[in-house]
Structures are given as C-alpha cells and as structure tokens.
C-alpha cells in the first residue's frame, strides 16, 4: 500500500479526526466556519432583501437578472432566484456548526458551481477568483467531513458511547 493509499484508509477509519492534531482540527474548524459565514453572509443580505421588499425581491432585482444565462429557463431560474438566498442562510449555519456536513458541503459545492457557471456566461471576470477557493473548499468538506470540533462528531460520538453501553 502506498502512502496515499495508507493516508486514504486512515481518513476512512477517522471520519472526525479523532486521532489527527488539534492544530489540524483547529484549522479545519475554522476554515469550515469561514466557509459557512461567507455562505450565511451572503444569503442574510438577500433574505433581508426578500423581507422587506416581499418574497422574490432578489429574484427580481437587477443582480439576480443580469447574472441569469439566457439560456436558463424561467421554470429553472424561478425557483432557483427564490430559493436560493434562503438556502445559504440554512445552508451557512449548518456548515458553521458542522451539523449534516455531507450534505450541507454538497449543497454548498453545487451552489459555488451553479454561480460560477452563471458569471462565467455572462462574462464577469474580477469575482471569478473567490469562486476558484470556496468551491473546492466546500467540496473537500463533502469528502473529508466537518472534523472533530463539529455537532456531527459530537453527535457520533454519543451515538458510539450508548451503543457500547446500551
């Protein structure tokens, strides 16, 4: 087994960091809180945006519309405009406490994504940049979990102690 392979299968066997460094946890607690505020951030500006405005403001504002691809259909772009200040609010929070980080870094990843595709097609190329860090970052949580400091662990770890006890 090469020292990859040997690292992989460590990862594996570890799924919170329980054995790694706390530095090592430290820096992934707060990349992984970083990552969650800039998501929340963001979405907490739009959803303001929606509640004081009425439902659909960011969807109907001049941001929105002229990042939308053209060649994005309303049945897509609709729902999508709606949901989506609402879901980096959730989506934030849930990666800053670590709570469903498989899904929540997915969730995040494809967010990243959908709006890199979007300014890419309509040309924006200064915010480009911020879209090359957080949408690997949001994916390497996906695959390497939220880390030790987190609710998930926490939680598996009561999960682990009742088993062994119950």
């Known amino acids: 087994m090469n020292t990859l392979d040997a690292g992989a299968a460590a ?3 570890d799924p919170y960091g329980s054995r790694a460094p706390v530095t090592a946890e430290s820096a992934r607690l707060l990349t992984r ?8 951030h963001h979405g907490w500006g739009k959803v303001v945006q929606d509640w004081t405005g009425g439902l659909g ?3 109907q504002s001049d941001f929105f519309q002229n990042n939308n691809p053209a060649w994005l259909p309303d049945l897509i772009a609709a729902p999508y405009g709606y949901a989506l200040p609402w879901a980096e609010v959730a989506i934030g929070a ?4 670590g709570v469903f980080n498989r899904i929540t870094a997915g969730a995040a990843t ?3 994504l959908s709006i890199a595709v ?4 309509g040309g ?3 915010p480009r940049h911020m879209l090359m ?11 390497a979990g939220p880390g030790r400091f987190s609710l998930d662990a926490i939680l598996s770890r009561r999960a682990a102690g009742r088993q062994r006890f119950g």
Do not use: E, K, N
């Not at 849930?94 to 406490?97: A, K, M, S």
């Not at 860090?133 to 695959?143: H, K, N, S, W």
């Open 124 to 126: 924006s190329l200064l």
């Open 33 to 40: 809180v970083a990552l969650g505020w800039f998501l929340f």
């Open 11 to 13: 990862r594996a066997a």
């Open 118 to 121: 979007a300014w890419l097609d």
């Open 110 to 112: 494809l967010i990243f």
């Open 94 to 97: 849930l990666l800053i406490l």
């Open 57 to 59: 403001t960011f969807y």
């Open 133 to 143: 860090v957080y949408t690997p970052l949001a994916a390497y949580f996906f695959f």
